[in-house]
């Protein structure tokens, strides 16, 4: 099925005209994380918790209504109503995905990132938190460091192992969900038809088009209520990553792909991108632009950034982030690790996928 592309409305044009007609370029790829919502220092790099150095260059000319700054209203069907639907009318929850079964329950979700080899690490992380990230994107770890962590400790008694994945390609997909995960963070959403694609193989047919492979899945959730492969498509979580203005462009094509369930920003990328700092107000109005797009189309929605947990006026809508606190208030003091709401800077020497100097 080939998706045909919708034609863009008068406010999202006026949207890209604004963005196209900025003063000031953007920065270079950096990462979807933010640390810091505070505007950051002219003229320096950046600094440790991935602060950004994007210019400050005021609050320009908004555009008003569903697509500017002003928030949408609440939907009388919740977050996450489309979302819902996608579940077979006879599956019994809860999931044994953690972090769907927290979304459904309308609770913000949080994780830890790993992005180095550690199944001893990966195995205590899971009793704390409602998804673990598997960096693979801007990390050095392989499929086989990633399969062997998830098989340390399988079952569904912890966090869901999630993997942000390298590209979009349909082997990488198949490699990730033959090992075990249950979950999967795309980033670089730039349309619709990289979205539908994303979607079209994270799940078994009719719902998608992933082919059943001999990898450990099975073995993994062997001992799941209705057997593994009957449960997988309602547990899958499918995310995608906006870090580009032409994914906020098409934030709405995106949010209404047919087996989307989430969409966050990557934050520090998005920033550099539009060249942005994250205090300004009309990088605001693009995680409205989102929030509303993503609200309509009855997806969940949140950030990579897990400052936008609180104190930021969408914070109550969102639902999904890297990192954050943990449920039960465990902090990773072993082996020099340290909890923070900051998300990670990976594949730092002795990081353990938490923070380093600089970021991405």
């Known amino acids: 099925m080939r998706m045909t592309r919708v034609i863009v409305s008068a406010g999202v044009f006026a949207l890209a005209c604004a963005l196209v007609t900025m003063p000031g370029g953007a920065g270079a790829a950096g990462s979807e994380q933010a640390a810091s919502q505070a505007p950051a220092a002219r003229g320096g790099g950046q600094r440790g918790g991935g602060r950004v150095d994007a210019p400050m260059l005021g609050e320009g000319t908004l555009v008003a209504g569903v697509w500017g700054k002003d928030a949408a209203p609440a939907d009388s069907r919740g977050w996450g109503w489309m979302s819902k639907a996608y579940v077979s009318s006879g599956f019994k ?34 009793k704390h938190y409602g998804f673990v990230w598997f960096e693979m994107q ?53 349309d619709g038809n990289q979205a539908l694609e994303a979607a079209r193989y994270s799940r ?13 899945a099975g073995s993994i959730w062997r001992d799941v209520p209705g057997g593994y492969q009957n449960t997988f498509n309602d547990n899958m979580l499918v995310v995608v990553m906006l870090e580009t203005l032409d994914g906020i462009i098409n934030a709405d ?43 309509h189309a009855g997806k969940y929605w949140g950030n990579a950034g897990a400052q936008y947990l609180t104190g930021n006026p969408l914070s109550p809508d969102t639902r999904f982030v890297q990192n954050g606190p943990s449920l039960d208030g465990w902090t990773p003091t072993a082996r020099g690790r340290s909890n923070t709401t900051e998300e990670p800077t990976v594949g730092v020497p002795g990081a353990r996928g938490r923070r380093g100097g600089g970021g991405r």
């Open 138 to 190: 801007h990390s050095t770890m392989s499929w086989d460091n990633v399969a062997k962590m998830i098989a340390a400790c399988p079952g569904p008694d912890g966090a869901a192992p999630m993997i942000r994945m390298p590209d979009q390609l349909e082997s990488s997909i198949q490699k990730a969900t033959d090992l075990g995960a249950i979950g999967l963070i795309f980033p670089t959403m730039r």
């Open 204 to 216: 078994f047919p009719p719902f998608g088009r992933r082919s059943s492979g001999a990898g450990q």
């Open 253 to 295: 094509e995106i949010a209404n792909t047919f087996g989307i369930d989430v969409v966050i920003q990557g934050n520090n990328d998005l920033s550099r991108f539009s060249g942005w700092a994250q205090s300004d107000p009309r990088y605001q109005s693009l995680l409205t632009v989102s929030r509303n797009a993503t609200l």
């Open 93 to 126: 929850r809860p999931f044994y995905n953690r972090a769907k079964e927290m979304l459904f329950s309308d609770k913000q979700v949080t994780s830890f990132t790993i992005s180095t080899f550690d199944p001893e690490f990966y195995c205590e992380v899971r």
